[in-house]
T-cell receptor, first 111, second 114 residues
Framework: DAKTTQPNSMESNEEEPVHLPCNHS???????IHWYRQLPSQGPEYVIH???SNVNNRMASLAIAEDRKSSTLILHRATLRDAAVYYCILRDVDSGYALNFGKGTSLLVTP | GAGVSQSPSNKVTEKGKDVELRCDPISGHTALYWYRQSLGQGLEFLIYFQGNSAPDKSGLPSDRFSAERTGGSVSTLTIQRTQQEDSAVYLCASSRASLNYGYTFGSGTRLTVV
C-alpha cells in the first residue's frame, strides 16, 4: 500500500487559516487522496478527496502538488469545532476499497 | 435513511457472552465496512462487503468474530465468547463502490465487556 506521512499534531488560532500537510511520495497514478476527520467521541467524517486537480467544497480545500507526492488540506478559517484528528489516506484498487487509517494529525484550535 | 444507523449505541456485556451489533447502511450504498477503535487508538479495519462478492475478512482478529450482510443491506457483526480486550467502539461505514467516493460512518456501538 502507498503510505502517507503527516505531522502528529498542529496548533492553530481560531479564525486563522490552517494548512495540514500530507506526504505521499510513493503514490501511484490511480490513487485517490482522501481526507477524513474525527472529532472527539465521534465517528470519522469525510472531508474531501481528489485525484490530480485542486478541489474545493463547503468544508475545506485540497491542494495537490503537481507531482502528486504531497497534498495540503486547507481550512480557511479554523473554528473551535475544527479541533479533531485529520487523516490523509490514499485509496486505490489494490487496497480493496478499504481505507487504511494511520495516526493522522491532531489539530488543536485555540481561542 | 439519511445516514448510517448503528444499534445499539452502547452495550455492556459479561465476559464470555455473545453480542450482535447491527448496521443499517445508506440506501444504494453497495459497499459496507466494519472498523473498531479501542480507547485512545486508531481505527482498525475488520471486514468489508461489496455487493454479492465474497467479503474481505482479512481484518477480523479471531474466529470469535463474524459478520454477515443480508440482502445487500443490513449487516450484523457477531462476537462470540466476548473477552475484555474486545471492549471498543465498533464503527460501520458505507459507500458507493467507487474510489471516487467517500465513506459515511455511523456513530458507532460502544462495547464494554465486564
Amino acid at each position: 500500500d502507498a503510505k502517507t506521512t503527516q505531522p502528529n499534531s498542529m496548533e492553530s488560532n481560531e479564525e486563522e487559516p490552517v494548512h495540514l500537510p500530507c506526504n505521499h511520495s510513493t503514490i501511484s497514478g490511480t490513487d485517490y487522496i482522501h481526507w477524513y476527520r474525527q472529532l472527539p467521541s465521534q465517528g470519522p467524517e469525510y472531508v474531501i478527496h481528489g485525484l490530480t486537480s485542486n478541489v474545493n467544497n463547503r468544508m475545506a480545500s485540497l491542494a495537490i502538488a503537481e507531482d502528486r507526492k504531497s497534498s495540503t488540506l486547507i481550512l480557511h478559517r479554523a473554528t473551535l469545532r475544527d479541533a479533531a484528528v485529520y487523516y490523509c489516506i490514499l485509496r486505490d484498487v489494490d487496497s480493496g476499497y478499504a481505507l487504511n487509517f494511520g495516526k493522522g494529525t491532531s489539530l488543536l484550535v485555540t481561542p | 435513511g439519511a445516514g448510517v444507523s448503528q444499534s445499539p449505541s452502547n452495550k455492556v456485556t459479561e465476559k464470555g457472552k455473545d453480542v450482535e451489533l447491527r448496521c443499517d447502511p445508506i440506501s444504494g450504498h453497495t459497499a459496507l465496512y466494519w472498523y473498531r477503535q479501542s480507547l485512545g487508538q486508531g481505527l482498525e479495519f475488520l471486514i468489508y462487503f461489496q455487493g454479492n462478492s465474497a467479503p474481505d475478512k482479512s481484518g477480523l482478529p479471531s474466529d470469535r468474530f463474524s459478520a454477515e450482510r443480508t440482502g445487500g443491506s443490513v449487516s450484523t457483526l457477531t462476537i462470540q465468547r466476548t473477552q475484555q480486550e474486545d471492549s471498543a467502539v465498533y464503527l460501520c461505514a458505507s459507500s458507493r463502490a467507487s474510489l471516487n467516493y467517500g465513506y459515511t460512518f455511523g456513530s458507532g456501538t460502544r462495547l464494554t465487556v465486564v
